[in-house]
């Protein structure tokens, strides 16, 4: 008991005396480049005060699909069609990283805003297109093993 | 819904009216079938037990539950019926006229549902009203309505009297563009020049023998004037119907384009955009809609609930356009003091149970008109219609449409009368 207990101790006085000051000393960047290197390519990307207010207004969407009934760009726009425009907000939601498959769509849809006006429940489509499509180039967009456009 | 029908009650006063919004609301979102009254007295997997006429049923439904509007109108309640006539004889080309007793109409997943009105597309499958087989036909290799999920569902409703279901597939919509087409694409397939007539064949080939009625997925038309269903009968030899529909619900556009299309027709001004007020607004006041300014002598606040944002809770829970006192309830208790309370405290553990969050709203007296929190109405000719009234779930009692058609057109006579 007394031993094992040492030992605990030992390895926790070399992490905190030699480990930690060594990694401290060969460490480059700042704290938002270093979780950005371990997290960002998963899409753990920080939250900003922009993306939070988009968040809480894609939330008002209740997966309805009126917008994709409504949508007239659906039958000319390939992508569009297959994506569905509240599965843009799901993928966005679920990781950022999933967002450059949304971009051909996410582009054709940034200058209509035809379906915005049949939305029971409020929600601003073009302004969440909008920040979509500004977030598919930005850090922690892009997954390695991932090629955008799929 | 309960917005347009408050606008052609008044107009059939003779009223000019002028409807103000930011959206259609939720009406697209509907399954095409109405429900009035459920007789609460039946039991929920014995559909057919329930024998009650609409009024009936309405009457009892007051009498076991005091908060519901229909025990708010008081004797009012008996214009249910005449109100659905209402509505149907508005929306001939979409809805039935009133059958005088409840219909029973398939859902896609096998179960029924039980309707005071239901659209013509769909009564030909009234399960209590079909005499034979019941062919239940999906479209092959499509994944969005399952035969043998529907007809292993109703058979269980044979021994009570329901008709004999038999699962069949039709060889339509394979295509690749149309293999996962989303209903309302199917439904415009089946609008074009001959669609209708090849499904209609196919479906004659595809008949088990003595089969009596056809019923198909939701997706008959997006428009009552593609005659889809008719067109279908015609060159399959049988009549034909649709069950209800979940959201994207094809019946649900189909019922909200009529729904704009009969306004237009009555000579009701349609303003869409953003509704703004000033606090504390009331009758006479000018009101915000885009970029229009709008004075009227009599309003009806048919804003809908959770999901048109007639009631909001941002901290409590809101009436965010005119700031009327909305009503919760809490442990059995209701009142405008509990709609600070928080949101856990308002719904149940069961799932399956009514959820008191989900009830509340504004509170109307008899003439619909809303109350302050000290119970007088807030003005005498300031009316409320629809969802936006608490006391029942939209979505899950079965009286969502109902209450809306019939509080609709009660505000609406009312408030043209009070002009």
Do not use: N
């Not at chain 2, 659905?84 to 029973?104: D, K, M, S, T, Y």
């Not at chain 2, 038999?166 to 339509?172: E, K, N, T």
């Not at chain 2, 809101?318 to 809490?330: D, R």
């Amino acid at each position: 008991m007394a031993a094992s207990r040492f030992r605990a101790l030992s390895y926790l006085a070399y992490r905190a005396l030699l480990a930690h000051p060594l990694k401290r000393v060969r460490q480059r960047g700042d704290g938002l480049d270093r979780f950005l290197a371990s997290y960002g390519g998963s899409g753990l990307v920080p939250t900003d005060p922009d993306d939070r207010a988009i968040g809480e207004a894609a939330s008002a969407c209740i997966g309805c699909g009126l917008c994709e009934v409504r949508c007239e760009l659906a039958p000319a726009v390939p992508t569009v069609r297959a994506l569905g425009l509240h599965a843009a907000f799901r993928l966005y939601g679920k990781s950022s990283a999933e967002l450059p498959y949304a971009r051909e769509a996410l582009q054709a849809c940034v200058a209509c805003e035809g379906c915005e006006q049949d939305c029971p429940t409020g929600v601003p489509i073009s302004r969440i297109v909008r920040h979509l499509l500004s977030r598919v180039g930005a850090p922690g967009a892009q997954a390695p093993g991932y090629a955008a456009g799929g | 819904m309960a917005g347009v029908m408050a606008a052609l009650a008044a107009r059939d006063r003779a009223a000019r009216v002028v409807l103000v919004r930011r959206a259609p609301g939720a009406t697209a979102l509907s399954s095409g079938a109405i429900g009035a009254a459920p007789d609460a007295w039946a039991a929920p997997g014995e559909p057919f037990a329930s024998r009650l006429g609409t009024a009936a049923a309405a009457r009892r439904l007051a009498a076991s539950r005091p908060e519901h509007p229909y025990a708010a109108l008081g004797s009012a309640v008996e214009a249910l019926e005449e109100s659905l006539a209402f509505a149907a004889a508005q929306l001939p080309e979409v809805l039935a006229p009133p059958a005088g007793r409840p219909l029973f109409i398939a859902t896609p997943y096998g179960a029924v549902a039980t309707a005071a009105l239901a659209q013509r597309t769909m009564v030909a499958g009234d399960l209590a009203s079909v005499r034979g087989v019941l062919a239940v036909a999906s479209f092959r290799g499509h994944l969005g309505f399952d035969a043998r999920l529907v007809a292993g569902g109703l058979a269980a409703y044979q021994s009570m009297g329901g008709p004999r279901p038999v699962a069949i597939d039709l060889d339509l919509f394979m295509r690749a563009d149309l293999g996962v087409a989303r209903p309302h694409e199917l439904a415009g397939a089946l609008e074009a020049p001959g669609a209708a007539e090849e499904a209609g064949r196919i479906l004659r080939a595809a008949l088990p023998a003595g089969a009596a009625v056809a019923l198909l997925p939701p997706v008959l038309g997006l428009t009552a004037a593609g005659r889809v269903m008719e067109r279908i009968a015609d060159a399959a030899g049988v009549p034909v119907a649709e069950t209800v529909s979940d959201v994207p619900s094809v019946p649900g556009l189909r019922l909200q384009a009529a729904l704009d299309a009969r306004l237009l027709a009555a000579g009701v001004e349609t303003v869409s955009g953003v509704v703004r007020a000033e606090r504390g607004a009331r009758p006479g006041d000018t009101v915000f809609a885009g970029t229009r300014e709008l004075r009227a002598r009599s309003w009806v606040l048919a804003t809908g609930r959770f999901v048109g944002g007639g009631i909001v809770r941002r901290g409590q829970l809101l009436e965010p356009l005119l700031g009327l006192p909305v009503q919760a309830t809490e442990a059995g208790v209701s009142g405008v003091h509990l709609a600070a309370r928080p949101a856990a405290s308002l719904t149940l553990r069961e799932r399956h149970a009514p959820q008191p969050l989900l009830a509340a709203g504004v509170r109307v007296d008899r003439q619909l008109r809303p109350l302050s929190a000290s119970g007088t109405p807030v003005h005498p000719r300031l009316f409320a219609a629809g969802a936006v009234i608490g006391g029942h779930e939209v979505a899950a009692d079965g009286t969502g449409l109902g209450v809306a058609i019939l509080t609709g057109c009660l505000a609406g006579w009312s408030a043209a009368d009070a002009i």
